[in-house]
Each structure stands twice: as C-alpha cells, then as structure tokens.
C-alpha cells in the first residue's frame, strides 16, 4: 500500500515566491521542493538569480536608513508581534519543517518554539543596546562608547533547523536596527518564505527582511552577490566547513564582518566508572535527533574497554526498543528521512569504507527507499575510517575501544 501524505497549510503560509522590499517576486525560473521522506514534489518556488539577490541588497539598503532611526522600543514591539505570530501559527509551521526536511513532528513543534524563543528574546534585548562611559586618560576628553547598527547582513542558513538557524541570526540583527536578506537553503525554503509572511503580518517594514531562495545550481552566484556587495556590511553563515571557507575567501575583498557556525566532529566518550544506562540513554538523546543531522550530534563514540561489550549490546537494545522509521507526520516516527540521496549516499559510503577496514555491523548498515537509512550501530572502528575523520551527518554509531595503557601491560 503506497501512503500518502499531505501538507495542510493555509495559502498565506505556503509562499512559493521570492521576498523582497515588501513585495512577493517571481523569477525568470522555479526549482522543485521535495519530500525527502516520499520524494514528492511539495511546490516549485521562484529560483532567484543574482539579479533578483542584488534587488534584496539594494532595498535592504535603502530600509536601513529609516529602520536604524526606529526607537529600541518601536523594533521591540514589531519583533515581539513577529514572535507572537510563530506562537499562533506554530502547528503549521511545524508542518513546513516536517515536509520540507522530514523531521518528525515533536521535533519541527520544538524547533518552532525554539525559533519562536530568539524572536522574543531579542524583542527584549533589542530595549538594552547600552553604550559605555569609559574613565579619559586626559582631562579635557570624555570617551563615550556607542553601539550602532553596521548595516545591511547577509543571512545564509542550512537546511537542517530551517526556521531557527534565521530567527536565530535576523533578531539579532533587527534588534540592533541592522537590515537582512536571507538565502535558505535549496531543500527548505518554505520555512523561510512562511516567516516573511509572518514578518509582514508583523507590520516589519519593506526591505528589513528579504528572502531570495534559489536552487543549489544558483547558490554560487547568489552567495557572490551576497558576500561582495559593497553595500553589505555583515555576513552570518551556519552551515558546513567547506562552504563557509568559499564564504570567508569571497568576504574578504570589502573586508566584511562575518560570523560563522560550522560543522562538528563531538566525540562521545565512555569511561569504564560510567553509569551505563545513563550513557546510553546521553548516546541516543546526543545521536539520533534530527536523524543524526545536527551540528551538536555525537560523531565517534570513544568507549573505554572494560565497559565496551556491554555499551555496545546495551545501546543496541536501546536503538531496537526506541526507534521508529518513517514519514515525520505519522506519530510514533522518531526517525525520518535524511534531508536527499547524497545524505543517504554519504552515510553508506562511511559505513561501506568501515566494513572494509573491519568494522563489525551490530545493527542496520542499509539504505532503505529514499533517503531512509537504517539507524547503525558499528563496533570494532578503529581511527584510521573515515566516520571517525569526517562528520557524518546521519544515523551511524561508530564506537572505538580505548584500551588504557595499564591494560596493555
Ligand atoms: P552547506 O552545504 O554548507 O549549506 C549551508 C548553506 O550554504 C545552504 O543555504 C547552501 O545553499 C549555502 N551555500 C552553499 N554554497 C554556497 C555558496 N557558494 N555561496 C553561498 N551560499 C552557499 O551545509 P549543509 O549541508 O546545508 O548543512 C550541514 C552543515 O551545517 C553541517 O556541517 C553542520 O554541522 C553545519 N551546521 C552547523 C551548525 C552550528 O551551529 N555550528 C548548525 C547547523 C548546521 P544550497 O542549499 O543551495 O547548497
């Protein structure tokens, strides 16, 4: 029996356009946007070019001058409604995390009050942007410290928090009276565009907040737009490594402020003193959320000998009891999708180059329909594979037996 599955959503929230100076725009061409879990195409939404990127910086530009005169109070207000808006419309919003990344629903309603929660937080900060009086070394001076807005900040976000990763950087720079075009990723720009709608709804003045999704094939020209512009000030960017070396090399021409998050490689370690229920209930909490696709995600599992065996069979028993495979929407999932093939491809090509090595598969080690990979659990990896060189991005436990130097003797 094939299940289908459907988002329902209310027109305003579904946009499929890009965002820019108050105005809904279309472009010369459209990219699909997937359900990873089905591979359905949800919508086609406008793939904006650099043309369409260097509108959004021009009126980002130009609202800067009127949102820097705003009062702290008058952007805490607007911010704070914004924040209200997420809050009243969170069920669907989380339907947009769940069908354009394939989180389970428990997770896309927490990462909506955590996207929520920046928006509110910075409502009340934005009323604290305190200066400082600082002592003169001379009588005749008086040294005043000011904080102001730098300007226009260019927000390039991943696809695996699609709604936090903006609000996260955008109330933050709006607070500070500083202007924002945002380009979210490829797989998830409905989260985005549904918070412009919001913003509007909001009354945030056209041009503070401006959204241009794009498709990977137009992401390069976008992001040089949006990393050399002169009229960019600031550039905020989570997302992997590599491409946030690619985005300091190209901000480094007009000498721009940037801010970067990128990937993690956290190592999970077991000492033979451990309690080992407790470990393994940290090792599933720290592995499996999001399906292994968070930044914070535990990578290699470092576990001392004289505990090893049991670790290994006591987690197995956990990944067997506790995970659930499928769609984001049924409620008993705890595991859905990775976000595209070349996540799937990713994990099995770690897990194929372990085996090789002489890893020993516990548990899963297969790919399933789609992006679906079975949760695995791999024993005997030693340092030389590369799951334990490179994140992984997915559901794969590699545990490493530390052996003490006393237990050689
Ligand atoms: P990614 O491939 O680096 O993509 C992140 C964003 O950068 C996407 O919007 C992507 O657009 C864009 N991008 C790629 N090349 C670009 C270019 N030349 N110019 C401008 N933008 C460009 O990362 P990802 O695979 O989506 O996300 C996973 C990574 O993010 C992991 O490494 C994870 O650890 C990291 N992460 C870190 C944190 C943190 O807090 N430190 C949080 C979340 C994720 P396209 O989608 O169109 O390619």
């Known amino acids: 029996m094939v299940l289908v599955y459907s988002l329902d959503v209310s027109a305003p929230l579904l946009r499929t ?34 043309a369409e990127a260097k509108q959004a910086v021009d009126a980002a530009y130009k609202a800067f001058h009127s949102w820097k005169q705003y009062t702290a109070k008058e952007r805490s207000v607007l911010l704070r409604k914004w924040f209200e808006l997420l809050l009243l419309h969170k069920d669907e919003l989380a339907q947009l995390i769940t069908f354009e990344c394939g989180k389970p629903m428990r997770e896309s309603l927490g990462e909506i009050s955590y996207s929520a929660s920046f928006l509110e937080w910075f409502s009340e900060e934005a009323r604290r942007v305190y200066g400082d009086i600082v002592p003169s070394p001379a009588k005749d001076r008086k040294l005043l410290l000011l904080k102001q807005p730098v300007g226009v900040a260019s927000i390039i976000t991943p696809w695996n928090f699609p709604s936090a990763m903006i609000t996260r950087k955008v109330g933050a720079a709006l607070a500070a009276g500083c202007t924002v075009v945002v380009k979210p990723a490829e797989d998830t720009p409905l989260s985005a565009l549904a918070l412009a709608e919001l913003a509007e709804q909001a009354g945030i003045p056209a041009g503070v907040f401006n959204v241009v999704p794009c498709s990977r094939e137009s992401t390069p020209s976008v992001g040089r737009v949006l990393c050399t512009d002169p009229l960019v000030a600031k550039i905020s960017f989570t997302g992997s490594t590599a491409t946030g070396k690619v985005l300091l090399k190209m901000a ?20 033979d003193s451990a309690d080992l229920d407790k470990a393994v209930g940290g090792a599933m909490a720290s592995k499996f959320r999001n399906s292994g696709q968070t930044c914070v995600c535990s990578n290699r599992f470092l576990v001392q000998s004289a505990v090893y065996d049991r670790f290994v069979e006591k987690l197995g028993g956990a990944m067997d009891a506790e995970l659930r495979l499928g769609h984001g929407s049924e409620p008993d999932t705890t595991q859905g999708p990775l976000i595209n093939a070349r996540a799937a491809e990713k994990v099995l090509h770690q897990i ?36 334990t060189k ?8 590699p545990v490493i037996r530390q052996v003490q130097t006393g237990d050689r003797d």
């Not at 061409?29 to 406008?46: C, M, N, W």
């Open 17 to 50: 356009q890009g965002y820019v100076d108050g105005r809904w725009i279309s472009a010369a061409s459209v990219f699909p946007v997937l359900d990873p879990a089905t591979g359905q195409e949800i919508v086609r939404v406008s793939d904006c070019g650099p």
């Open 252 to 271: 480094a021409d007009t000498v721009k402020k940037v801010s970067m998050e990128l990937g993690g490689h956290a190592p999970f370690i077991v000492f």
């Open 352 to 387: 194929s180059d372990a085996v090789s090595r002489g890893a020993k598969v516990v548990k899963g080690g297969k790919r399933l329909d789609g992006s679906f990979m079975e949760p695995t659990l791999l024993a005997d990896v030693t340092a030389d594979m590369l799951c």
């Open 390 to 397: 490179e994140e992984t991005f997915g559901p794969l436990v």
